[in-house]
């Protein structure tokens, strides 16, 4: 702007420039951000393989696609203390056709949880992969009652699979809602096949929906190993069955001489009762020990 003077009169005259448009640059691609399909919530700037489960980190993650999924038993009236085998089917969500190929998932194609209405029997077992691409276990049902069983597994090219089903064996009247127990809270040091386990919980009291963090700290250290891919395995199941959680440790470390701690992290649904079932191996001695955790609600 300039002040000029005309026959003596300020004349205030606007000078405008123009700038020369400058075409806006196109926006940057975000970072690629690869994560490990079974734990999402393992991340990481660059490829690699996710050090929990030793699946190959992706770009990208598909959307969760369910897989039809059969399971069939013979014999077909479900015995209890007797011999049973179970078959699990895959079939693709959009063919139709069976699925052969399956992804393997800490050193297994497929992982097979049982657990009895009680909570007093627990097993984690392998089915074998079949060349028609039908997984099959033996195994024997303790004693009457109703189970539940978890199948965790991922087809070649599709999402992780968490298939569960009900079953209840021959001659058993009582509903489920029936058998519903409430075990007390047993957060008490463990002793395993040759390991001692003890918890502590952070959070002591756990929330649902809220993030809790479980240390079990393992003695002796000497002679722990790896058991099928991982420092350890846990499942965990609410007292009334509805819901079942497989998971693998976040971090491993050596607090103290001899000792070593492993920590899980766990987001518990809803108000309930849990049981959490955890695997450790140890001279070639695979530990199971359980805990039962009261998950309460802030009122």
């Given at each position: 702007m300039?002040?000029?003077?005309?026959?003596?009169?300020?004349?205030?005259?606007?000078?405008?420039?123009?700038l020369a448009q400058v075409p806006a640059s196109d926006p940057q691609p975000a970072p690629v951000e690869f994560t490990c399909p079974m734990d999402p919530e393992v991340r990481s700037k660059t490829p690699g393989t996710c050090p929990r489960c030793g699946m190959k980190l992706v770009a990208n993650i598909p959307e969760p696609v369910e897989y039809p999924t059969k399971f069939s038993f013979d014999p077909p009236n479900i015995p209890a203390n007797g011999r049973l085998r179970i078959e699990v089917r895959v079939r693709d969500p959009k063919s139709g056709a069976p699925v052969e190929q399956f992804q393997i998932i800490h050193e297994k194609p497929i992982h097979l949880f049982v657990v009895s209405e009680d909570l007093e029997y627990f097993a984690h077992e392998h089915p074998e992969l079949g060349a028609d691409g039908v997984f099959r276990h033996v195994t024997v049902l303790p004693k009457p009652g109703t189970y539940k069983l978890l199948a965790d597994f991922m087809p070649e090219g599709g999402t992780p699979q968490l298939i569960s089903r009900v079953v209840t064996t021959a001659g058993y009247t009582r509903s489920l809602g029936a058998s519903i127990v409430k075990p007390a809270a047993d957060l008490a040091p463990k002793h395993g096949q040759n390991l001692d386990v003890e918890l502590v919980l952070d959070p002591p009291q756990p929330m649902p929906g809220k993030k809790t963090m479980l240390f079990f700290k393992l003695k002796p250290a000497a002679g722990l190993e790896p058991y099928i891919g991982a420092w350890g395995h846990m499942l965990a199941a609410s007292n009334d069955l509805i819901d079942t959680?497989?998971?693998?440790?976040?971090?491993?470390?050596?607090?103290?001489?001899?000792?070593?701690?492993?920590?899980?992290?766990?987001?518990?649904?809803?108000?309930?009762?849990?049981?959490?079932?955890?695997?450790?191996?140890?001279?070639?001695?695979?530990?199971?020990v359980d805990f039962t955790i009261p998950v309460v609600s802030l009122h």
């Open positions: 300039a002040l000029r003077t005309l026959t003596g009169i300020p004349v205030l005259v606007c000078v405008v420039s123009t959680i497989h998971t693998h440790p976040i971090y491993v470390t050596d607090p103290a001489p001899g000792e070593k701690q492993v920590q899980f992290n766990l987001f518990f649904p809803r108000e309930a009762i849990y049981r959490v079932w955890v695997q450790f191996q140890r001279e070639g001695k695979v530990n199971t």
